[in-house]
């Protein structure tokens, strides 16, 4: 590996519930990053949009979320649209590490419906 791995994972939840859980999101970024022994070199950031409107049920709901955590190895990173229960997943280092596990933890800690992701190796 020269660059570095690249890792995106698009997933489709069965229940939104998570999606807009900014503390869930903060404690699960701390268990991913534990599982690749990365280290984090600032706070993991969390950014909560406003709230949207549930056609279906006709109800408020929160908004989906935008974290990033630095690494001292790259970054990590994840989108949610609790609107359509997807989230979009980022890991980026210069550092090798096993993909499988974090898919894995995701589908531990999720209520996975379904998992699409990619590697890409930085030349």
Same mark, same amino acid.
């Given at each position: =590996?020269?660059?570095?791995?690249?890792?995106?994972?698009?997933?489709?939840?069965?229940?939104?519930?998570?999606?807009?859980?900014?503390?869930?999101?903060?404690?699960?970024?701390?268990?991913?990053?534990?599982?690749?022994? =990365?280290?984090?070199?600032l706070?993991?950031?969390?950014?909560?949009?406003?709230?949207?409107?549930?056609?279906?049920?006709?109800?408020?709901?929160?908004g989906?979320?935008?974290?990033?955590?630095?690494?001292?190895?790259?970054?990590?990173?994840?989108?949610?649209?609790?609107?359509?229960?997807?989230?979009?997943?980022?890991?980026?280092?210069?550092?090798?590490?096993?993909?499988?596990?974090?898919?894995?933890?995701?589908?531990?800690?999720?209520?996975?419906?379904?998992?699409?992701?990619?590697?890409?190796?930085?030349?």
């Open positions: =590996m020269k660059k570095g791995k690249h890792l995106l994972l698009d997933i489709f939840l069965t229940e939104p519930d998570v999606l807009t859980d900014k503390k869930f999101t903060r404690e699960l970024f701390k268990n991913i990053i534990g599982e690749i022994n =990365m280290k984090a070199i706070p993991i950031t969390i950014y909560q949009f406003s709230s949207y409107q549930n056609k279906k049920k006709k109800q408020t709901k929160l989906g979320i935008t974290a990033f955590c630095l690494l001292e190895e790259s970054h990590l990173s994840c989108h949610t649209w609790p609107e359509e229960n997807y989230v979009a997943y980022d890991i980026y280092s210069c550092k090798n590490f096993n993909e499988k596990k974090v898919i894995n933890l995701l589908k531990r800690v999720l209520p996975v419906k379904k998992i699409n992701y990619r590697v890409i190796r930085r030349p």
